[in-house]
């Protein structure tokens, strides 16, 4: 099939979706993702077993004060620094140098903000501390080799949903923010899969219920991703090009969403009688995140909330899993959240994400 993601380089093509439909969709994925993260936290580190033990099938009720995790603050990052790279000369065409710069500071906030200590990931923690020992000049340096952790997924789905960027755009910016941190090819593939998969839902030109389709089609397709955003990362990974890097992760990451597929007629038979994990994986490494997510989202496309709840019940990564599926339903049904969810956020993150949404 054509790749609408790679063709061309002008503003993204909106479909028939009016202006108020796309603000719908963006506060969808914002609070989406929010909402996931904060409903699987409290089960983070719980096995399946336990969250039926103490839960039961459809595991804990969303949480009566809503603490967010790394998941949400770093997506908060990225926003921030597009806000930025915006702010000094635009942000299309795509400057990656003062991108990387931007996202760069706005993660050294991050690492020393006092609400870090919510079990953030140890490659974003290392890549981060050599970033700053080193400097941002020696970024690929910091990049934590042959990491493929979950972080570059759960930062992308936003980027979907910022109708500044281009279709082309998203999935560069999905992958300039990806090697910041984490070096594997398939950490970089499927933050940028992630992102372009949201960008399809926003746009409008992708129903939920196709998502895990459309994602193999796109990535059996291997379409292509800017060389430049990955600077050196694909040297020091070992590989004797960039394409040969990027072809790594275009396997892995096919392969994940294959063993996805065979759980989607089963989940949505027995949506509440089996962990999703077992098919796509745990989530703690980037394309099993993509995988288990997107397959919770398309075998509820119909049920956003339930599909939000199934995705915290799970026994691996439960709430980058949820918060990624809750950025990809958001994206693709708008703002369907209960209001009653949002005056449960903590009141800083109530008030980030409020304006984030409007940006």
């Not at 026994?315 to 950025?327: E, F, K, P, R, T």
């Not at 369907?336 to 984030?356: G, H, K, Q, T």
Request: aromatic share 8%.
């Amino acid at each position: 099939m054509e790749n609408p993601c790679t063709s061309g380089t002008g503003s993204w093509a909106a479909g028939d979706r009016s202006p108020s439909d796309h603000a719908d969709r963006r506060a969808g994925a914002v609070y989406g993702l929010a909402f996931g993260d904060a409903w699987g936290f409290g089960v983070e580190f719980a096995s399946y077993q336990r969250i039926l033990n103490v839960y039961g099938k459809r595991g804990p009720d969303f949480p009566r004060l809503a603490a967010v995790t790394d998941d949400t603050q770093l997506s908060i990052a990225v926003a921030r620094a597009l806000d930025d790279t915006a702010g000094v000369g635009g942000l299309t065409p795509l400057r990656p140098a003062e991108l990387r710069r931007r996202l760069l500071a706005r993660f050294l906030d991050w690492l020393h903000d006092p609400d870090n200590n919510r079990a953030p990931g140890n490659a974003c923690l290392t890549a981060l501390y050599a970033v700053e020992r080193l400097g941002v000049e020696f970024w690929a340096d910091a990049s934590v080799t042959n990491s493929k952790g979950c972080g570059t997924v759960m930062r992308a789905p936003w980027l979907g949903v910022d109708s500044r960027l281009t279709d082309a755009e998203v999935g560069d910016a999905a992958a300039l923010q990806s090697v910041l941190t984490h070096g594997h090819a398939t950490a970089t593939v499927a933050a940028v899969v992630t992102a372009r998969i949201t960008r399809e839902l926003f746009a409008g030109r992708l129903e939920l219920a196709d998502a895990l389709d459309w994602a193999i089609d796109h990535v059996d397709g291997r379409p292509g991703v800017d060389v430049d955003v990955l600077g050196t990362v694909w040297e020091r990974e070992g590989r004797s090009s960039a394409q040969d890097y990027l072809d790594v992760g275009w396997t892995e990451v096919a392969g994940a969403l294959d063993r996805a597929r065979a759980g989607l007629a089963p989940l949505r038979a027995q949506p509440w009688e089996f962990d999703p994990c077992q098919y796509g994986g745990d989530g703690w490494i980037a394309e099993e995140a993509l995988a288990t997510s997107l397959l919770i989202a398309t075998a509820f496309a119909d049920d956003p909330e339930n599909g939000l709840r199934r995705a915290a019940a799970t026994g691996g990564d439960s709430d980058s899993l949820a918060a990624v599926a809750g950025g990809m339903l958001g994206a693709g049904r708008g703002m369907v959240w209960p209001e009653l969810w949002v005056d449960r956020l903590e009141p800083r993150y109530r008030e980030e994400l409020a304006s984030i949404r409007e940006a």
